[in-house]
């Protein structure tokens, strides 16, 4: 599912417009990232949770030649799925 089928399935099981949730989803988007950016996570119970992770400077190898290449410290993004999430997803 992409963005654009999101919007449809919300708009539909919503009865909104597709405007509106298109700017609902966008917004809650902006909202989950400023929060993982100014208070390092955000947790939504029984879905998941969302949150930067800090990743160590490392030597790596170019796979063409095989030469180290420092790869400097980095923050990323990072999600951890709820329980309630995992039991959907788990089979059977």
Do not use: C, H, W
Not at 17 to 26: E, H
């Amino acid at each position: 599912m992409n963005k654009g089928e999101l919007i449809e399935a919300v708009a539909r099981n919503t009865g909104e417009s597709k405007a509106l949730t298109a700017k609902m989803i966008d917004e809650t988007l902006d909202v989950i990232m400023g929060g993982v950016v100014t208070q390092g996570k955000v947790q939504i119970t029984g879905f998941g949770t969302f949150e930067g992770r800090d990743r160590k400077a490392r030597t790596a190898r170019n796979p063409q030649t095989g030469a180290p290449v420092y790869v400097p410290a980095t923050r990323v993004p990072a999600f951890k799925a709820g329980q309630n999430f995992k039991d959907r997803v788990k089979p059977g």
